[in-house]
């Protein structure tokens, strides 16, 4: 298996651009997890699904952030308009619910917001 | 709310010896995982070893090994013969099965390995 995929692995953009990140979980996956880490705040969980279906998404800083999964092979988190504070490397992860729900991770997509 | 906690924001090791890191969680489960994930400076997140509460017997993976004291809410990893590759940051993570898959993450380690 490719492991979890995420494009861009870098994105530059300027403020007030939209910026959509792209993920595909590992074949079979059913939960798929969105996070961000900075240094200053870490390792920050944004959403997650199970079954294609959004169960929390508290993390998700405001509303200029939006994610989707519209089926078992493909999400996207996106943000409009983009900020500068929003710079950042953003990770997806896959797992089976249930069991030990071990998490996979894609390699990230490096976010910077001019 | 669980909270997962890594009170050495750094550690150091020489090359060849072995070291250490802690961890400490807070849950009133009693059916729980716990995970330590290594992000070297590629920034790929992998999974080290992980432990399930309700075994007993620390799990190892070859150089890797952890110390879980459930009673403690403690579970450190062991890094043996360490090597240059092992320099990386490490996080500890908690998982309680009627919580949903969340994860909860702590805020890392960063070790260095000094030839």
């Known amino acids: 298996d490719a492991g979890v995929i995420q494009s861009p692995r870098h994105e530059v953009t300027e403020m007030g651009q939209e910026v959509t990140l792209r993920c595909k979980p590992i074949s079979g996956h059913n939960s798929l997890f969105w996070y961000r880490q900075t240094m200053m705040r870490g390792l920050e969980l944004l959403i997650y699904f199970n079954n294609n279906v959004p169960i929390d998404d508290s993390g998700m800083p405001e509303d200029r952030f939006s994610a989707k999964m519209p089926n078992a092979s493909f999400s996207t988190l996106k943000i409009q308009p983009s900020e500068p504070r929003d710079s950042a490397v953003y990770f997806c992860a896959s797992s089976l619910m249930g069991g030990v729900g071990i998490q996979y991770f894609g390699a990230g997509t490096r976010l910077s917001v001019l | 709310a669980q909270t997962v906690t890594q009170s050495q924001p750094e550690m150091s090791v020489q090359e060849a010896e072995t070291v250490t890191l802690s961890c400490t969680y807070d849950t009133s489960e009693s059916d729980y995982y716990l995970f330590w994930y290594k992000q070297p400076p590629s920034r790929q997140m992998i999974l080290v070893i992980r432990?399930?509460?309700?075994?007993?017997q620390n799990a190892t993976e070859n150089r890797f090994s952890v110390n879980f004291q459930k009673a403690a809410k403690s579970f450190s990893l062991k890094i043996s013969d360490s090597q240059l590759g092992d320099a990386a940051m490490y996080f500890c993570a908690y998982r309680a099965p009627n919580t949903g898959n969340q994860f909860y993450f702590g805020t890392g380690t960063s070790l260095t390995v000094i030839p």
């Open positions: 432990q399930e509460a309700y075994k007993q």
